[in-house]
């Protein structure tokens, strides 16, 4: 038989992998990988690690206010509310 070109064998092979399988690759979301310097991957590598603390110490201060059943309420020495009490301290 004659040569089948490149271009028309790669499409019928698509074609038979198209109709023996289901599998797909899933589509690329992010960029591709790239090289990074040590430097640069300790630094990230350091701010990763310091915003996980921070989340964990987060959850762990929430979890402890619900398990000991604290309610944060506003503390305003200067306001009104402090006001309010020594009228009535003065009064009496």
Known sequence: GSPVPPEERRLRDKKHLDDITAARLPPLHHSPAKLLSIEESIAIQ?????TYEEMQAKLAAQKLAERL???MLRFEPEGEASMQ???VRDED
Do not use: H
């Open 85 to 87: 009490y020594r009228e």
């Open 69 to 71: 059943n604290i309610k």
């Open 46 to 50: 350091i701010q990763q690690k310091e």
